[in-house]
């Protein structure tokens, strides 16, 4: 094992007092987790220590790469739990204010990578998690053995094997984490991780998603995580479909959708979903904080999976034509609930 390695398994030095214990492993050396409710910031936000046999020894130096609507609020939440994070976004404006938190900058992935022991990615869809895991200046030129790479957006399966294996290819370890929840709850650290990968650097991470997130299922094979992340938001993206046509015909025949709404809200196919957008679907708003463009995105995938095992999925292929329609009405940019606009009149062919 390398001097490097050593250091990276034993880092950390306790910051308040202690709320909670957990002993963890990294590159199988136990170390010992110290939880810290920090009343500074958030009330769920928690701090993380590192102890190792009492000996104290550096933090570990955590790297994120995507800074967009939900790397940003993540790096948030490691930043303000004590985490000494460095971050790299295509465009760097959208760094500034975690760095006038304290957070470091440095002008590529590879950097990043090869300054930090972990390094998270949040990349938009396949093509940009693939271009900054592997392209030039990507984050695999800087991995090495003691390392690892977890890349929590969503993607497919075989892009998430393929960087997989170019970050093993260096020695380091792999770990496919997409998230399922949007912007609140990364702000909320409330995500859902759907991780497979390496078991060891889920071990090793797991302090660290439990800051960012709620729960988090570890589901085997680099793949599980990415078709699991898939069918979850197929199921999304059919849902909110169908209950956008359920607002205008509801609205069509005279009725008010806002009761419409309660209604739901109330019975067996009640979701936070509905309730949450709903009403403003119902004034034609359509705040971002899940992009269209990202749910479209997520159904071609699901939709690639499903024909890859020759599984019969009509509603999600009707409803992915949905999303492409309000895709080509410039709607791309808007919440994924922005779909209903597809259904109304000025947008349908005669
Ligand atoms: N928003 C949500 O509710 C959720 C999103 N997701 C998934 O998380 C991922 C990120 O989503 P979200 O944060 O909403 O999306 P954003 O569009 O806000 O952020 C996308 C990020 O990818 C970067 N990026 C895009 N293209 C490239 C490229 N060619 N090279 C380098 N970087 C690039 C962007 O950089 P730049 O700032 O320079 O554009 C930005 O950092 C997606 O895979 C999405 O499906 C998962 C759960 C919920
Ligand atoms: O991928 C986006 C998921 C959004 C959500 O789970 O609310």
Aim: hydrophobic share 40%; aromatic share 6%.
């Amino acid at each position: 094992m390398t001097m490097r390695c050593l250091m990276n398994c034993f880092f950390g030095v306790p910051i308040n007092a202690m709320a909670a214990t957990r002993t963890s492993s990294l590159w199988g050396i136990p170390f010992t987790l110290n939880f810290n409710n920090n009343n500074h910031f958030s009330s769920n936000s928690r701090s993380l220590s590192y102890i190792s046999n009492s000996t104290s020894s550096p933090a570990p130096r955590v790297g994120f790469l995507g800074i967009g609507i939900m790397g940003s609020p993540m790096a948030h939440n490691l930043l303000k739990a004590g985490v000494d994070l460095t971050l790299w976004n295509r465009t760097k404006s959208k760094c500034d204010p975690l760095i006038s938190l304290g957070a470091k900058y440095l002008s590529s992935p590879e950097e990043v990578a090869a300054s930090c022991d972990l390094t998270f990615a949040m990349l938009a869809d396949p093509h940009s998690a693939i271009d900054v895991a592997c392209g030039n200046h990507g984050a695999a030129n800087g991995m090495a053995p003691g390392k690892g790479y977890v890349d929590v957006s969503t993607v497919d399966v075989d892009t998430s094997k393929l960087i997989s294996e170019r970050i093993k290819a260096t020695g380091a370890l792999f770990l496919e984490a997409p998230v399922s929840g949007s912007k609140k709850p990364a702000e909320d650290g409330q995500l859902i991780f759907l991780t497979a990968g390496d078991r060891n650097l889920y071990e090793t991470v797991a302090p660290l998603l439990d800051i960012m997130g709620k729960s988090k299922f570890y589901l085997g094979d680099v793949g599980n995580g990415a078709a699991m992340k898939l069918v979850v938001n197929m199921i999304m993206g059919s849902m909110m479909a169908s209950f956008s046509e359920g607002l205008l015909l509801s609205e069509k025949v005279g009725l008010d959708p806002k009761v419409l709404v309660e209604v739901v809200s109330q019975g067996a196919i009640s979701a936070p979903m509905y309730s949450t957008k709903g009403p403003s679907m119902i004034q034609s708003v359509y705040p971002t904080a899940f992009p269209l463009k990202h749910q479209q995105k997520d159904l071609r995938l699901a939709l690639g999976l499903a024909e890859s095992v020759s599984q019969s999925t009509p509603i999600a292929a009707a409803a992915n034509e949905l999303y492409k329609v309000a895709k080509s009405h410039g709607l791309s940019d808007e919440d994924f609930s922005a779909v209903i606009e597809a259904l109304k009149s000025k947008f349908q062919q005669s």
